[in-house]
């Protein structure tokens, strides 16, 4: 008993001294370093919002249509391959000037199943913001996947013509992404 109790004790002498470290040179002793710490920002920018082209389309199996306007939001984001719709801005040069993908708003996924079922909807309303209003002439919709694959369309854009984008007057309840609208406390 004595001998194990004199084992223990060396066995947490050689712990605390670190005689039983590994002499492997590219192992740095350790030691506690204080770092500083960095200024952080009293605000936090989500999203940079900046002048986009509005583009309200309503999509049926048989085509689309459009509204647009000049608005202030940030950008939708970059092409994924694996989207269903791809909404192109075309330049005057005949040269993308903006291009986002989003999924087919058509397509649905059912609920209540044991499988991964879709349902096709009848109609269907959706909005893309796309940088640099000012440059596009020309607005590409094209269905890459889901219902009316093959499909596709282009609009005329006529830039000073286009009229401010001001959400509707029947969403005062949501804000400008659809969410809840919340009123600062007083």
Avoid at 35 to 57: N, W
Avoid at 137 to 154: A, C, D, F
């Amino acid at each position: 008993m004595k001998t194990a109790l004199v084992i223990a004790a060396l066995a947490f002498a050689i712990l605390l001294t670190g005689c039983g470290k590994s002499t492997d040179s590219s192992q740095a002793p350790s030691r506690t370093v204080r770092l500083k710490q960095p200024d952080m920002p009293k605000t936090l920018k989500l999203f940079h919002m900046e002048p986009v082209l509005v583009a309200q389309l309503e999509a049926t199996p048989t085509g689309y249509a459009l509204q647009s306007f000049r608005g202030r939001a940030a950008p939708a984001p970059n092409l994924n391959q694996d989207d269903g719709i791809q909404v192109i801005g075309w330049g005057q040069d005949n040269r993308p000037v903006a291009i986002t993908s989003l999924k087919n708003p058509l397509l649905v996924r059912t609920s209540g199943t044991d499988t991964n079922q879709f349902g096709v909807l009848d109609h269907a309303r959706l909005t893309v913001f796309l940088p640099k209003p000012d440059d596009i002439r020309r607005l590409e919709v094209r269905v890459m996947s889901g219902p009316g694959q093959g499909y596709s369309t282009t609009f005329d854009i006529q830039p000073k013509e286009l009229k401010d984008y001001i959400p509707s007057s029947t969403s005062k309840d949501t804000n400008a992404i659809g969410g809840p609208r919340t009123e600062p406390k007083r």
